[in-house]
């Protein structure tokens, strides 16, 4: 979130799409609610069906799985014909005056730089024209041709509302509804916040879905203020977390670039790279540094760089691409912690059939679960027999699994980052059960046997691990090892291990400084000799004047506990004037006679850089051209500049917006089981609801939440149902090209056929929650999902796909 | 101590059934798997081990279209409640503060409270052969937490939109009205309260979106003629009974033994005859 969850009660309107909040999110929303109460703010929610956070919403208006651009873009289009843009905003704060390279043009669905034969794009060309200087040429009447504000203009002039109601099935009615409220908030004195979650970025355009709020929020002036921005909702607690400390391939903790053989093979050449001319990240060799010290406290960072594995050139080594490489036998271990594939993997037939290549697993949990047992005869159990990848029986499987019993996260300790990007401190209540432990203290075991082994080589390619820095001491009790590993997250000074780095403007990038994840430098401060985590701090009173609820002492957040980030937006460029009617939710204002910046929250912006100094309205520092990019240059999106609308790559329909049907550099690795409308007309899609939590290896094992909800069910409209003469509790097979599973029909109001392209069609929506273990157990709808994703994020495509239905 | 009280707004409810796991973890009641019911609500009903749900009842009209109503279902502690005029054991108490508790130490299982009650809340439970239901959390009510601050019901302390809030039913039956006029001047011209004047007051109080018929509540809910009859005629004078079957019994002995004795030849003439 650029915001956070307080923050919701600020907005005026909310819209909400792609996110089932109330389900999945069901204590944020208090924050929404109170709004309600105390502006009178209007919440929208754009979802297929009607959820129940369709219900709390004030607006709904029903959507195709999969047509998000379609949706948005006509937002873009509606906001832009009809002037309902923050003018000044867009000015000083985005790049809507830049001037873009008269190489680039878009022509039926394609950008220029396309090769069809590899489906990449050569994205250099999407960048702005320079001066004598090398500085960005601007119109600031916004009506230069080649500005980003024309081009953009040009560019969703084809998404007019029946176009857009055409593909997304929403009434033209509820359509213009939505519009009209959220666009109202372009007015300089409202402020509207979009939320989204999983059903935006788990498609084969998420990134670009989630790009096309972005652009709107901008148009809209709505980043960086209280009541705005655009709001991920992680979908668990800690995958904030997650991210920040780099539990992905391409990256390392704190968002730096992980190493590429080719393009990075010495320390030089990585900074040289990743280091840009302007912008934040021309710190990223403090960064880099310290993250090396961090890890190989006793080398210096051009040796220790050279310990960290490299990734070879264009590997894909995301979750999909390791299952198909696992598929083809050419991965021997896997270790799998907190995550069930067997219910929560896409196509879990074919990653099934892919584990029992492997000839060992280690799995930790706190149930045996659906991955743990994947090799047992009820794993391979079907509703029919038909499964393309094959089925097979244990005593096929050679797999050598192992169990690691895992501890709840009530027996354990230490941070959990929030989707507000808060990294609150929690407390062990119990001690672990039996033998299970906390991961922290089985990865400590774990590294200590693999050092062990290697203790005494001197062999060079020995050295990561003979060198690495690992003198943590963990205990069943959590007595003093969190506050270790807080430390190093943090950053200390390699000379004085014991003091904490006050901030990572302090990181250097000559080795003097160790820091784990340098945007987590400044949790911790010395109190009176005493190391103070800010994360467990605990005053809930509302620090901000205005009562904006910034609560700066509750826990703390990344960055340097900067609570709204881009915050310089939310005054206008001269530093000191409220947008006009908005005086209330200022969150910083340039103080000339302290000659820095001052107000509620900690300034997200150089602290001591004037308004009128160069660079005093770039309030995107992250970026080097300091503004919010409407146009995304150089290939920082991978499919475009701008979000294009494409079809999912199971769709009813043909994309009627170009001749593009599917996203050009969609990662697709089945083609052949692409699933055509003719045998497959229903359009699918997976969610959660409250009562169960992800792949239910939690809560399935829990008595009183699979009473409450106890079965796997598709959710069907009336219609349909009378269509395949299906009775309501009727058991249901729902096929794709990739397997079919039984579950219960749940005949509803609502979810209705949607008329698309002129042609009534069907979406159905069924649960991922259940799997064959626990107390309530299910097919899971996984078996359905294809190896489909987005080309940014590789994520998989699990909100949109073909199936069908017939009666068991 | 002054009547304390649930205020329930089903415009803020989200449904999430916080308080539907919360009663159960506070009453440390089993979950069980059951049969697919076709519909979110897998818990149609309480039951001997469920003190309060939340349905979701899908509604469709001409004019407004689709609404999902939410509404939390559990014993309503009646101000006069017909458990307690039906329960031949004496089981249901009012507490001071307005909860109706029971004495399950003295439930017989017979089930007339679950037939006598309007709103069918006790439910059996048949492992132990007791009717059980909803307490309010007589047993967490009145003490402090960890903070200091007053406890209140599992449920309204688990509610995390404040759909669910407890206090004093005098304050909150001012905000019930207020956040019902509210309603009606936004968007919901039916808003209404439940739970003031029904049976002569609940202990439990509603702001509905619409007319109760669309939570699932019975509009006028009445207590059985039968029962009032029972509790107001009969019941106060069966301490009478057996005296009075006694006092019968002694005149039937006077007058057919001692009368007839006094009397005897006229009544053995009239036998004789009648022998004749």
Redesign the interface.
Known sequence: MTNHMVDLRNTDVCFLIGSNM??NH??G??WL??GKETRGNTIINVDPR?T?????A?IYAPMRSGTDIAFMGGMINYILQNDLYHREYIQYYTNAPFLVREEYEFNDGLFNGYDGQTRIYDGSTWDYQLDGEGNPVKDMTLENPRSVFQLMKEHYSRYDIDTVCAITGTPRAKYLEVLETFCATGAPDKVGTICYAMGTTQQSKGSQNVRSYAVVQLLLGNMGRPGGGTNALRGENNVQGATDYGNLFHILPGYLGSPVSTTHPTYERYLEVQTPASGYWVNTPKFMASLLKAWWRDEDPAVSYNYIPKREGAKDYSFMNMFENMYKGEIDGLFVFGTNPMVGGPNTNKEQRALANLKWMVQSDLWFNETSEFWSYQAFDRPTAKDEYGLLTPPEIQTEVFFLPACGVYEKEGTASQTGRWVQYRWQAALPAGESDADLYIYDKLAKAVKKQYEGSTRPEDEPITRLTWDYVFTHDHTADIAQVDLEINGYYVDDPSRPVEGFPNLQADGSTACGCWVYCGMLELRNGEVHCKPKNRDNRDTSVNGLGIFANWAWSWPLNRRIVYNRCSVQPDGVTPWPGDEKRVLIQWNAEAGRWMGDDVPDFGATVAPDAPGGTNAFIMLPEGVGRLFATKGSMREGPFPEHYEPWESPTQNVLSSQQVNPMGLFWEPEKQGRPEDYPLVGTTYR???HWQSGALTRN??????????M?VEISEQLAFERGIK??DQIIVSTSRGEIKA?A?????LRPMMINGRETHQIGMLWHFGYKG??TGDPANRLTAHVGCPNSRIPEYKAFLCDIRRA | MARMTNLYDTSKCSACRGCVIACKDWNQLPGEVRKFSGSYDALEDTNGDTFTIIKMLEHEDPVDGLSWNFVKYQCMHCFDPACKQVCPAGVYSITEWGAVVQDLDKCIGCRYCEYGCPFMIPKYRKRVDLSTKCTLCNDLVGQEDYRGLPTMPACARTCPTDALVFGERNELMRQAEDRARFLQANGFPRATIYGKLELGGLNKIYVLTDTPDKFGLPVDPKVSGTISGWQNWIQPYAAWLIPLALAGSAISFVTTRLLANKYGDHDEAHQEGGHE
């Open positions: 109330a389900e069901p204590i929303i208090k609610l109170k009607y129940r956070t369709s219900k709390v004030d609801v409250v009562e829990q008595p009183w939440l699979s009473e409450a909800m106890p079965h069910f309501n509790k219960y749940m005949v509803t109001k609502r107390y309530s």
